[in-house]
């Protein structure tokens, strides 16, 4: 197949859609289809061959975060340009609704088109105000998946219809076979813990966990917090209390072999985010490399840990509740391994040979399919999807 696949969001910045849309594209790839890939990306940017840059990029509030966009007519120009070149026989759109060059190429396109969703946002004003202006453009889409039952749910609330749910996908042997490193490894008496995220995105949660470290840190001082992700670190540790900063070392933002590394070296990975999260990829990045999982109980975060049975949780934005799960799982070497083990089994279902074989069920479907899909109501994607018995375990 000649895939196109849009995504939204800069590739000047590290980001959960644009791993996603990096990591599918190699797989494809890899078993033999023509892939090209169109993203925002600063002229500086280094890119792999396979992608295609839309131009810059500029930062604007969206979701609960900030995120880095690209409209305009020169992008259409472009957007256009790249459709034309591509002859593609389908095209992929992450995030379609989103202001930037998905939106343009849902517009553009005249190929069958696929689309997944990965906002979690049931009360979004900004799409229940441009429905409206998408609602045609919507109906090109022959294939809507959603990356989990919240994104699903968002897709069904403000635009209707439904879609098939379909994870993101983690190289679980690539963080399994990560290197320890002893510096980032937990000692007698002297635990480590691991916090990667935006750490000055207060949605990421790191107010909560410095907020219960200095409890955690009267029973354990030995415990060491260790920070990867962009912000300022300066910033952060001003708002920590003197043993709170003392115990923590920010460590900057990390490529990809040091984040496994740092996730197969400490002994519990602590995900304090408060919302806006549709699934949890790190979650599974840490499951994956065999580190013990605490998360907060969003949503999201427990239909990854499967109900719970698959890591531990706490109380959302309780730092009190945070500290006591933390100091149970640090102080029990036999629980921690279990839950630590049974993460990891849980991350085979999220392997990228699992999620790349459900997302090319849908391409095929989509291109077999076409003409009934837009005109036998109840006989399109969906549907062959839901008999296929495919989905978000």
């Known amino acids: 197949m ?3 696949i849009v995504c939204p969001y800069s590739f000047d910045i590290p980001g959960g859609v644009q791993f996603h849309v990096r990591d599918l594209a190699e797989i494809l790839r890899a078993r033999g289809h023509t892939v090209s890939v169109l993203a925002p990306a600063d002229e500086s940017t280094t890119l792999p061959d396979y992608v295609v840059s839309a131009g810059r990029a500029v930062p604007v509030s969206y979701n609960g975060s900030v995120a880095r966009l ?17 002859r593609f026989d389908l095209v992929h759109i992450h995030e379609p609704i989103t202001p930037s060059i998905g939106a343009l190429a849902l517009w553009a396109a005249d190929c069958p088109i696929v689309a997944t969703f990965h906002t979690s946002n049931l009360r979004s004003r900004a799409m229940q105000v441009s429905y409206p202006f998408f609602r045609a453009s919507l109906e090109k889409i022959l294939g809507r998946i959603a990356v ?3 994104a699903r749910r968002t897709v069904t609330t403000h635009f209707g219809g439904d879609a098939v749910v379909i994870p993101n996908g983690v190289y679980v042997d690539r963080f399994a076979s990560a290197q320890l490193r002893p510096q980032w490894q937990g000692q007698p008496g002297r635990p480590t813990i691991a916090f990667l995220g935006r750490m000055g995105e207060p949605r990421k949660g790191m107010p909560v966990l410095a907020a219960a470290l200095p409890r955690v840190l009267a029973q354990m001082p030995g415990l060491r917090l260790l920070v990867a992700g962009p912000g300022n670190a300066d910033e952060v540790r001003a708002s920590m209390t003197p043993e709170v900063a003392s115990a923590t070392e920010f ?3 990390v490529d990809d072999a040091d984040k496994a590394t740092l996730l197969r070296s400490v002994d519990v990975y602590v995900a304090p985010n ?3 999260e549709s699934f949890g990829i790190i979650l599974i990045e840490a499951m994956s490399a065999g580190a013990a999982v605490l ?3 969003i949503p999201a975060f427990v239909r ?16 009190d509740d945070l500290a006591q799960a933390l100091i149970r799982l640090l102080g029990d070497d036999t629980e921690r391994a279990r839950v630590a083990a049974a993460g990891r089994a849980r991350a085979e279902v999220f392997d990228w040979s699992v999620v790349a074989d459900e997302i090319t069920l849908v391409y095929e479907t989509v ?3 076409a003409a009934a899909a837009r005109t036998m109501p109840g006989q399109g994607v969906l549907g062959r999807l839901r008999r296929s018995g495919k989905g978000m375990p």
Request: hydrophobic letters at 35%; zero cysteines.
């Open 251 to 253: 460590l900057g933002s």
């Open 295 to 297: 998360a907060s109980d």
């Open 274 to 276: 408060t919302g806006g």
């Open 304 to 319: 990854v840990l499967d109900g719970g049975a698959a890591g531990a949780t706490f109380a959302n934005e309780d730092s």
């Open 148 to 150: 989990s039952e919240d």
């Open 70 to 86: 690209n409209f305009g007519l020169m992008t259409n120009a472009k957007v256009t340009a790249w459709l034309d070149r591509g």
């Open 2 to 4: 000649r895939i196109g």
């Open 367 to 369: 291109l077999e399919g």
